[in-house]
């Protein structure tokens, strides 16, 4: 492809989201027109290649503390990437100001810096076989959901959401505020191979955190709900309840002594799990050699019975997209089956880098999901027994070359598959890969929240260190 498939005007009647007129300050058209106008700037100074995104954003973010209202928070955002190659030098430069003469100057920058980089024999655009097609970009995953939201209505809200977790219990004393966010944005990328494509997204959340106390004890926990779709929230007063609960359940923790023991992940603090796997499969850390999973792919490194998927078709998906970073299509792909490594997440640099080819990872994982083993948080308590179930985490501790892992935690001690006390100043040690190797059951108590979804998981054996 040595143009852009069609015209402007052509592209914006074909993509234009009708949904979004009139939202952003600069519409569909305009993102597309300064797209264009970015590579055919580098083009006509002698640039080999370009790529560039345009994009702008939106948004409003209340929060309550204690029935006043502590901060409003408006946000307008926008800028333009440009990355310019000369053969295979590489240059970068970006600009929130959208005027001609600003993006020329941006363009000119990049292409300043590229003049005096080094080659590098793996620098370029994506591979033009890879990129999305027209039936990808058409393809609808129902990702804007823009919340008209009064700020008086979102103060209602924050307010309805720490009277819940106010409620709950006398001993429910103090917070840290209740927040109503809603944003929206939308973006156009663009690259001299021909491709030009983008689309709007939305993302709201709620959340709530407060402080429970009695005696001389005070704990504090969170709730909160994030989705695309407003309607698709939890209810304020829920996450409120939620919030509440979870701290006054925390009241009365002990530390334990040291034991080895099986560990339950919940939920919320389960996909750090996932994330440290996508961290150690991802391409830098693969061809730096920085891994604990150095060249796993084909390799068991999880129990049999996990089975790890990435799916960026899923509509309303917190990560979904029809197409990468890099405008490289995105398929469902299954990452791990059967506890084997089946998928790296790779851009196109770093598959060059690795004699492969990009994975359509440029901006990092979509939606991936760690299949259940078929039982709920109570059932996993009962199949553990006695042991450690996790709620927060603490700390850094974390080796991403040996996989050791070592983190503060706090949670409750399990007898007979019941709660028997809330925990606190303890720490957790093992090793990621045998960690991997160890995990007994996946619950099914999914809590979507980002671009990582599991429900709890059991691992077998990990050191608790206390007292």
């Known amino acids: 492809m040595q143009r852009l498939r069609t015209s402007i005007t052509e592209m914006t009647t074909e993509l234009r989201n009708p949904v979004a007129a009139g939202v952003f300050a600069h519409g569909d058209a305009q993102l597309h027109r300064l797209a264009a106008d970015v590579i055919e700037h580098a083009r006509e100074h002698g640039a080999s290649a370009c790529e560039t995104e345009v994009s702008e954003g939106f948004g409003q973010t209340v929060t309550v503390r204690r029935g006043s209202v502590e901060t409003i928070e408006y946000n307008r955002d926008k800028s333009i990437g440009v990355t310019v190659y000369l053969g295979q030098r590489r240059g970068h430069a970006s600009t929130s100001d959208f005027s001609p003469q600003a993006l020329r100057a941006a363009t000119d920058a990049a292409l300043s810096i590229a003049k005096f980089t ?75 191979l021909g491709f030009m494509a983008g689309y709007p997204g939305s993302r709201h959340w709620i959340s709530c955190a407060v402080i429970a106390g009695e005696d001389e004890q005070m704990q504090r926990d969170d709730w909160y709900s994030a989705a695309r779709d407003p309607d698709d929230l939890e209810a304020a007063a829920q996450i409120g309840r939620a919030a509440g609960e979870r701290a006054l359940r925390r009241l009365g923790a002990r530390k334990i002594a040291t034991v080895q023991t099986p560990v339950l992940f919940e939920a919320p603090v389960a996909a750090s799990l996932l994330g440290h796997f996508v961290s150690a499969v991802s391409g830098g850390a693969l061809y730096r050699k920085s891994s604990f999973l150095l060249d796993s792919l084909g390799q068991q490194a999880f129990a049999p019975r996990v089975q790890i998927v990435e799916d960026p078709l899923i509509p309303k998906g917190l990560a979904s997209g029809t197409f990468d970073d ?142």
């Open 118 to 192: 080094a080659e590098d024999p793996y620098a370029g655009l994506a591979d033009a076989d890879l990129l999305a097609r027209d039936d990808d970009i058409r393809r609808d995953l129902d990702l804007f959901h823009p919340w008209t939201l009064p700020v008086e209505r979102a103060i209602e809200l924050a307010r309805s959401c720490e009277d819940a977790a106010f409620a709950v219990d006398r001993r429910i004393t103090n917070s840290e505020g209740a927040t109503v966010s809603t944003q929206q944005s939308h973006f156009i990328y663009a690259n001299s």
């Open 326 to 467: 890099e405008g490289v299509a995105t398929r469902r792909r299954n990452v791990v089956e059967d506890g084997v490594v089946r998928g790296y997440f790779l851009g196109s640099y770093a598959a060059r880098k690795l004699g492969m080819r990009s994975t359509g990872n440029a901006g990092g994982n979509h939606n991936l999901m760690l299949a259940d083993t078929g039982e709920n948080l109570p059932a996993l308590l009962k199949k553990m027994g006695r042991g450690l179930l996790v709620t927060e985490l603490l700390g850094h501790g974390v080796n991403p070359v040996t996989g050791d892992y070592s983190r503060g935690a706090a949670g409750f001690w399990i007898e007979n598959g019941a709660v028997a006390y809330p925990v606190q100043e303890i720490t957790i040690a093992g090793n990621l890969k045998q960690m991997f190797h160890d995990i007994a059951a996946v619950g099914s108590d999914v809590v979507r929240r980002g671009s990582k979804q599991c429900g709890s998981i059991l691992i077998a054996n990990m050191t608790v260190a206390g007292d």
